[in-house]
């Protein structure tokens, strides 16, 4: 029978002292045992706090930022004739908000990988780098009524979010597992074997799914009026600089409640994405119908098909129609799969009972 040594690390055989140190063999059951006091002894290893995780994470992105926008402007004073007025177009707020979202998305990775609640770590980031933009921006001279920047702190939000459920999926944290060392007369590995598990499907909720894919089409119809509403409605604190502002603060208002509509119709499914899918697919199909409705391509669609390059179709083009349905259809599945892995499905009825039984 081979003892083991847990000094060298060895196991030998035919002999009750070790070869290498002399010290005394050890049985299998008996190394567990010394293995489980060992790190009893020891104490659980120092982990980061979430604080700290959120302070690095933000750090990162701000640096990242920075280098980009530095990148930007070296790009922009080389090839630009006016610099100055480029930062205040369209082109250089694509550029501003681009920037942000690459860093608060690699901050908010940094933040979540090897954690739990991810979106929550994401979500933060994200908050945090985005008030930080705006108040850098406020400083800078920005108008204080321009209602982008307002925008841009949510947006941050919930790109800081996504990318922090994603993190968490791909690095998930390590386990802690708590198995029973098991006594000497069941040393067989055949008493480990874990039982059976009965594969059952996931039914579609198409309540969910109808729900999802009414708030994305009401999100696209509505979000022009909802900008309108908010400019008039704030006694004209806020408002945008240029009809490609208001276009774009649109088009963001579409997009989450499109991920918003996603997020409902994937959560506590257990089939997220195919939920997603299927809301995005139904959204589509709203979509076109209330541009026919409408009787041109709505505002956030429009913008879409401009960043296309195919603002020119008639919004029932063959191409325009594939462009605006994929682009639904994308956003949804992106928040089906979010709702789905930030609101898991609960334990079938008939465990219900034997759980709270154990909280007692």
Known sequence: ??????????????????????????????????????????????????????????????????????????????????????????????????????????????????????????????GVCGGLFLAAELVAGAPVRDLVLYIQPLVLVAVGGIAGVFAARVWGAVPVLDMPIPVSQKLSSLCLTPDALVSTGRPTAWARIILGATLMVIAVAASDQLRLGMQRYSDGMLNVGSVGQAKFITWQFAVLGILTGGVIAGASTGAGIRHGLIAGAIGGVGVLGATALHGEALSPVNFWLGQLSLGELAPTAPAAVAAAVSGVLFLGFLGGWLGGALFQPLAPEHMRGRLKEGLY
Not at 46 to 65: H, I
Not at 98 to 125: H, K, S
Request: hydrophobic share 50%.
């Open 1 to 126: 029978m081979q003892l083991f040594c847990p000094a060298c690390q060895a196991a030998f055989a035919g002999t009750q002292r070790c070869p290498r140190c002399a010290g005394l063999l050890l049985l299998p059951h008996e190394v567990a045992a010394e293995s489980l006091n060992l790190r009893d002894l020891a104490g659980p290893p120092p982990e980061p706090t979430p604080f700290s995780r959120v302070v690095v994470g933000a750090v990162f992105a701000l640096g990242l930022y920075l280098g980009l926008r530095k990148l930007a402007m070296g790009a922009v004073l080389a090839a630009h004739p006016e610099p100055d007025s480029w930062w205040t177009s369209f082109e250089g707020l694509t550029t501003v908000c681009g920037a942000q979202i690459a860093a608060v998305i690699f901050g908010a990775v940094l933040a979540a990988a090897g954690r739990v609640g991810g979106f929550v770590f994401g979500a933060t980031v994200g």
